[in-house]
């Protein structure tokens, strides 16, 4: 009677072992299912970040050539822009492009000068500029520590720019600087704005960006 009972429990059965090993298939498959989207993810996030630094400048041939005698400069647009915010971002735009800011110099950022009757919040231009280039990695910026230290060797006050060429380069080598970036605003109808970036070692304007916009 035991044999009897024995008998009618139910086996088990061949075709229910794939059942155990399923799930772990399927997960693994939704595992690889989530892998490729998170990296098409990724890939899209990157590119987004690229083409929105770089990739909607406007693409023109890099304009620094060593030993070039007169400074080459960016066309401005036809028309002037509508604000001063325009004008920085297509200026910028061209300075991106430059062949020095390709391999992240050490490069000196001065405060974008105001030779108008107009206000316009320079100081906060320059710093975001600064900022923006360094976050970027086109320029390696010049301690602030030492920039004050060479000031005030040479005496000179907080906010003076320095216009002579040849004070310029040596006080960018003192500070061990390879560029110095400089801009200024002046007067007309309409503004313009211009930004150079200057070679420090051999005192030649290695890009110039000129654009022109109307007041706010």
Not at 15 to 32: A, D, M, T
Not at 35 to 44: E, P
Request: glycine fraction near 6%.
């Amino acid at each position: 009677m035991a044999l009897v009972r024995f008998a009618c429990l139910p086996m088990p059965s061949v075709g229910r072992q794939p059942s155990l090993r399923q799930p772990s298939l399927r997960q693994r498959s939704l595992r690889q299912r989530s892998l490729r989207q998170h990296s098409l993810f990724t890939t899209l996030v990157v590119t987004f970040f690229v083409l929105s630094v770089v990739g909607c400048a406007p693409r023109t041939q890099p304009v620094y050539q060593p030993g070039a005698q007169s400074p080459s400069t960016t066309t401005p647009s036809r028309r002037p822009h509508p604000s001063l915010d325009q004008a920085m971002h297509a200026a910028v735009s061209g300075l991106l492009d430059s062949q020095p800011l390709q391999s992240s110099p050490v490069t000196l950022v001065q405060p974008i000068q105001n030779l108008s009757n107009t206000y316009f919040p320079t100081q906060t231009y320059s710093e975001q500029l600064k900022a923006g280039l360094v976050s970027a990695g086109r320029i390696t910026p010049v301690p602030e520590t030492r920039v004050q230290a060479v000031r005030q060797s040479l005496g000179l006050a907080q906010n003076q720019a320095l216009v002579d060429p040849s004070t310029i380069v040596q006080y960018g080598r003192m500070l061990g600087a390879e560029y110095q970036l400089s801009g200024k605003i002046t007067a007309g109808s309409p503004y313009h704005l211009r930004l150079q970036l200057m070679d420090l070692h051999s005192g030649v304007i290695a890009w110039q960006g000129v654009e022109t916009f109307v007041s706010e």
